[in-house]
């Protein structure tokens, strides 16, 4: 039984080296246009989240409205004004 599970280990292992070498090449083959991009949000960097002044929902910074010192979530809120 001992040797059964040694030989099922021994398979997945060599599996998953050949699937991480095959990922590695076809990256290294692939056209610049299609190769990953770096940006400043990938890889555990996290963006800024800020709360929108009249519902209270925190979103990205970048999907925020801002205006009068304020940030809004939707058009239609910013309208409505801050909540009090």
Same mark, same amino acid.
């Given at each position: #039984?001992?040797?059964?599970?040694?030989?099922?280990?021994?398979?997945? *292992? &060599?599996? #998953?080296? +050949? !699937?991480?070498? /095959?990922?590695?090449? *076809?990256? !290294?083959? *692939? =056209?610049?246009?299609?190769?990953?991009?770096?940006? !400043?949000?990938?890889?555990?960097?996290?963006? =800024? #989240? &800020?709360?929108? +002044?009249?519902?209270?929902?925190?979103?990205? !910074? /970048?999907? *925020?409205l801002m205006s009068n010192h304020h940030t809004w979530c939707s058009l239609e809120h910013a309208k409505h004004g801050?909540?009090?």
């Open positions: #039984m001992a040797k059964l599970f040694i030989w099922i280990v021994v398979i997945l *292992a &060599v599996l #998953m080296v +050949a !699937r991480v070498l /095959s990922f590695a090449k *076809a990256k !290294r083959n *692939a =056209p610049p246009d299609q190769r990953p991009q770096n940006n !400043r949000f990938q890889k555990g960097a996290t963006e =800024p #989240m &800020v709360r929108c +002044a009249h519902c209270g929902v925190y979103l990205p !910074r /970048s999907e *925020a801050p909540r009090k």
